[in-house]
Structure formats: C-alpha cells, structure tokens
C-alpha cells in the first residue's frame, strides 16, 4: 500500500457481528478530519484534507447517514479504528466459499481442456465422457481399512455359505473399486475419458492428453514422447505446454496419470470461474484444517531442480479460515484466509516435519506457484493497517478464497 495516500480497510467479524474499519491517513488526524456512513449504510467515506477516499463494506451497517466518532485518544494520530454493529445478515461469500473451485459437478461431458496461458488444448473436446470428484485425502487410510475390515457376512464360522460365491463376491467389490480409480493398491489410477478432480488438481490419462512435453527438469531438456527420457529415481515428470512452455502440471508414475494444475488451464464450467493459485490453496488449507486439526502448513516445493538450501517453503499459521474484507485500495467483499507467514529455509522445514511434536501439515506446490503465494501475501499484507502487519516473527497476509 502506497503511503502517500489515505485508505480503508474493513474486516467482517461474523461471529460477534461486527465490522471492524480501520482508516490510515497520510498525516495526523485534526478539524478537517470526517469519517461517514452513507445512507444505505453499505459505504464509508473518509474525508482528510480536502481527499475524499470510499468503502464498500463487506456488509451493510445500522448507522446510515452518520458520522463516526474519533475517539479522544486517536486524535492527532494517523491511525483510526472502529468496531461497527453488522445490520442484517452475513454477506452469502461466508455461506458459498467452502465449495472447492472446479469440483466434478461444475463440468459437463467432453469439456475442453486447454493451457490458460496461450490456448492450446490439452484435452480435446469429446474426449472426456465422464468427471469424478476425487475422494479426501485420507482416502488410502480409509482404503486399507476397508479391506482389512470389510463386511463379511459368512465369517462367523470361517466356512463360505453361499457355495461357492465368496470368493467370486470379492472379485467383485475389487472390479467395482477399480471402476471408480482405485483398488486393494489405494492407488488412484488414470482411466481413459475420465477426468478426476482434486482440490487442487485434474487427473487424466495420458493417451487422452496433447500438446505436451515431458521433462525431469526443464522445458528444453524435455520431450513430447516421455519414454524418451533417460532413466530417472524421481517419481514424476514435469508436464509443459507444448506450445508456449509454460509448467501445466506433473506426470506422476505412481497413478499412471498427468496430473494437471487446475490455476495453469482453462475449461469450460458450469460456474464460469477459473480458480486461481491462492482459491486452490485456500480450499488445500481449510481441507487440512478439516483433516488434521491443525492450523500451521508447511508450503513446501515440489519437483525442484535448486539446491535445497535455495528452496524456499512458506510457513503458514492460519487466524481465521473464514473472513470477508473490503480495502479502498481495490478489494470488495473479498472472501479470504486470514494467516500468519513467513519464509524459512527448506532444512528448517524438513527439521520441523521430522520433529516429534511437528503441527504443522506438508502442503506441496510447484516452486513457481509458491512465489506466485508470498506475491500474493505481501501485496495483501499492504493492505492491512500499518500496526496490524506484523507480528512478531510473522507477517500478516489475506490469502483469497
């Protein structure tokens, strides 16, 4: 946030019900010093020398056509708050922003697949029949446990009653898992002319896919046919756009499948949104809080070619998972994060995920995808108050929803 202006910063705190404003002015507060609500309550207006600086707020306020207080003790200062009463209800962005970006229901049958960057397409129109939602993370715990403990009606006596049937019944629930992407192996499994959707990512099979280039590294050490590689320990392959080389996503050899970045392409929804890096990290989060219970992360790079003392991993600890602010320095009702980060090094990182007493959950991004958060994080960080950027060791970042 630039310093040679005045600005707002409105925050919804829905579970009191209340709204918390904050003006930074560009020198003391005096005389010409006027904060307003507008009739309808939904806007703020700043007045400070002569500038004149608006809000909409996150949510409408009970104190249409007012003028707000300056407290005694913030007069002569350059920093203003309030904490304003919500009118009504809480805006629909706290109801709705739990649905994940891009889930299989937002995709009809052969949608297009294409690189958001250049338009090339990836996955040809008519190509995928049929879209399934992933199952949650701990799916393979669940996997395992089913088939140690799976239903068996015939097991009280250790001998088979319905002649024969038994064994020709668990072949069965085995034909019936592998239909959906995973088996007895709690391996998800590409499959032709589906497409699997994950918080974060799309899986396809590799014959359903064009106008890529494998890589164990770069674009220019890749190549469109994989099994022209060299020979390598790592467990996936870097995936390229064809035409403008830019990094679409990962083929991971444990799934036989090319695993697509969902903020690198483009396809045609239903919803007609495009999740970016922050929404599907922010849906990777608040799944991991659900998960785990833990509200530290550990961003961590994936497939990185630097040493890893040049790797860089975000350390996040989440205050709020679900909040809706508003800047006059262009946001509006914005769903977000609100976080705690810092960068630490990738040993640091690895210390931390091997202590006994770790919190924090591993979260994998690509390097440049990782950069692409703390950009994302400081410029939400200039933003805030002035006084409410940093603490401590951290700095205070919005990441959106």
């Given at each position: 946030m630039s310093?040679?202006r005045?600005?707002l910063y409105?925050e919804?705190?829905?579970n009191?019900?209340?709204?918390?404003?904050?003006a930074s002015?560009?020198?003391?507060?005096?005389?010409?010093?006027?904060v307003?609500?507008?009739a309808?309550?939904?806007t703020i207006?700043?007045t400070h020398h002569?500038e004149?600086?608006?809000l909409?707020l996150?949510?409408?306020?009970?104190?249409g056509?007012?003028?707000?207080?300056i407290?005694?003790?913030q007069?002569g200062?350059?920093?203003?708050?309030?904490r304003l009463?919500?009118g009504?209800?809480a805006?629909?962005?706290?109801?709705?922003?739990?649905?994940?970006?891009?889930?299989?229901?937002?995709?009809e049958?052969?949608?297009?697949?294409?690189?958001r960057?250049?338009?090339?397409?990836?996955v040809?129109?008519g190509?995928?029949?049929?879209?399934?939602?992933l199952p949650?993370?701990?799916?393979?715990?669940m996997?395992?446990?089913?088939?140690c403990?799976k239903?068996?009606?015939?097991?009280d006596?250790g001998k088979?009653?319905?002649h024969?049937?038994g064994?020709?019944?668990?072949?069965?629930d085995?034909?019936?898992l592998?239909?959906?992407?995973?088996g007895?192996s709690?391996?998800?499994?590409a499959q032709?002319?589906?497409g699997?959707v994950?918080l974060?990512?799309?899986?396809?099979?590799?014959s359903?896919?064009?106008?890529?280039?494998y890589?164990?590294?770069?674009?220019?050490?890749?190549?469109?046919?994989?099994q022209?590689?060299?020979?390598?320990?790592?467990?996936?392959?870097?995936?390229f756009?064809?035409s403008?080389?830019s990094?679409?996503?990962?083929?991971?050899?444990?799934?036989?499948a090319v695993?697509l970045?969902k903020?690198q392409?483009?396809?045609?929804?239903i919803?007609?949104?495009?999740?970016?890096?922050?929404e599907?990290l922010?849906?990777?989060?608040i799944?991991?809080i659900?998960?785990?219970?833990?509200?530290?992360s550990?961003?961590?790079?994936?497939n990185?070619?630097?040493?890893?003392?040049k790797?860089?991993?975000i350390?996040?600890w989440v205050l709020n998972?679900?909040?809706v602010?508003s800047?006059?320095?262009?946001?509006?009702?914005?769903?977000?994060?609100?976080?705690l980060?810092q960068?630490i090094?990738?040993e640091?990182?690895?210390?931390?995920l091997?202590?006994?007493?770790c919190?924090?959950?591993e979260?994998?991004?690509?390097?440049?995808a990782i950069?692409?958060?703390?950009e994302?994080?400081?410029?939400?960080?200039?933003?805030?108050?002035e006084?409410?950027?940093?603490f401590?060791?951290?700095r205070?970042?919005?990441l959106?929803?």
């Amino acid at each position: 946030m630039s310093s040679s202006r005045c600005s707002l910063y409105a925050e919804l705190l829905a579970n009191i019900r209340q709204i918390s404003l904050a003006a930074s002015l560009t020198s003391p507060s005096d005389a010409s010093t006027r904060v307003a609500v507008a009739a309808d309550g939904s806007t703020i207006e700043l007045t400070h020398h002569g500038e004149v600086h608006k809000l909409t707020l996150p949510a409408k306020i009970p104190l249409g056509g007012t003028l707000l207080p300056i407290d005694q003790r913030q007069r002569g200062t350059t920093a203003l708050s309030w904490r304003l009463p919500l009118g009504g209800t809480a805006p629909s962005q706290l109801s709705s922003s739990d649905v994940p970006a891009w889930s299989a229901t937002d995709f009809e049958a052969g949608s297009q697949v294409s690189c958001r960057q250049c338009n090339a397409v990836v996955v040809e129109e008519g190509a995928v029949k049929v879209w399934k939602d992933l199952p949650s993370e701990n799916w393979a715990e669940m996997m395992e446990f089913w088939h140690c403990h799976k239903p068996d009606h015939h097991h009280d006596d250790g001998k088979d009653h319905d002649h024969g049937h038994g064994e020709h019944s668990g072949k069965a629930d085995e034909k019936s898992l592998a239909a959906r992407g995973y088996g007895a192996s709690s391996i998800i499994s590409a499959q032709p002319g589906v497409g699997f959707v994950d918080l974060t990512t799309i899986l396809f099979t590799e014959s359903d896919c064009q106008n890529i280039t494998y890589s164990n590294s770069t674009f220019d050490q890749g190549s469109p046919n994989r099994q022209d590689l060299p020979a390598t320990n790592a467990r996936s392959l870097n995936v390229f756009c064809l035409s403008c080389r830019s990094q679409l996503g990962f083929c991971v050899f444990r799934t036989a499948a090319v695993t697509l970045l969902k903020w690198q392409i483009s396809c045609t929804s239903i919803s007609g949104a495009e999740p970016g890096i922050t929404e599907c990290l922010a849906a990777t989060i608040i799944s991991t809080i659900s998960r785990s219970a833990s509200s530290k992360s550990l961003i961590m790079p994936i497939n990185e070619t630097e040493p890893e003392a040049k790797q860089t991993v975000i350390y996040v600890w989440v205050l709020n998972a679900n909040i809706v602010y508003s800047s006059s320095n262009g946001a509006t009702g914005t769903p977000a994060i609100k976080l705690l980060y810092q960068r630490i090094s990738r040993e640091d990182a690895d210390k931390m995920l091997e202590g006994v007493t770790c919190e924090a959950q591993e979260i994998n991004l690509p390097a440049g995808a990782i950069e692409s958060v703390i950009e994302h994080l400081d410029e939400s960080n200039g933003l805030l108050p002035e006084k409410e950027r940093v603490f401590k060791e951290w700095r205070v970042g919005l990441l959106t929803r």
